[in-house]
């Protein structure tokens, strides 16, 4: 093996999460994203709430300056895309505070 094999860089990021009455989520900061990054940072973290087995996703995104990822969480296409991929979940938004929702993970019952 080369040493050019050892010598990239690995980047771990921490994960935040929070604790609510629907169990534990991963909280996920959508601030300052574009609608294309906030899509792509929302699909990796619903893999690693999923690997680690939380109840699902507590997306920070703002409500002042646009509401463009707030519509896409909020106005059905994102339910439309999980439910594409087979992720049975809820999205509402969060009870006092309108610059947040959480992607909830449903049991197969």
Do not use: C
């Not at 996920?28 to 929302?42: G, M, P, R, T, Y």
Request: hydrophobic share 35%; net charge positive; glycine share 8%.
């Amino acid at each position: 093996m080369s040493e050019k094999s050892f010598n990239k860089e690995i980047t771990i990021q921490p994960v935040a999460t929070t604790k609510t009455n629907l169990g534990e989520v991963l909280r996920v900061d959508l601030h300052h994203l574009s609608l294309w990054q906030a899509k792509e940072k929302i699909k990796e973290q619903l893999k690693i709430a999923a690997e680690r087995e939380l109840a699902g996703l507590y997306l920070i995104h703002g409500f002042n300056s646009g509401d463009r990822i707030k519509t896409y969480i909020r106005g059905g296409s994102l339910q439309n895309s999980l439910t594409d991929r087979g992720i049975k979940s809820k999205i509402f938004p969060v009870e006092g505070n309108p610059g947040t929702s959480a992607i909830i993970f449903l049991n197969d019952e």
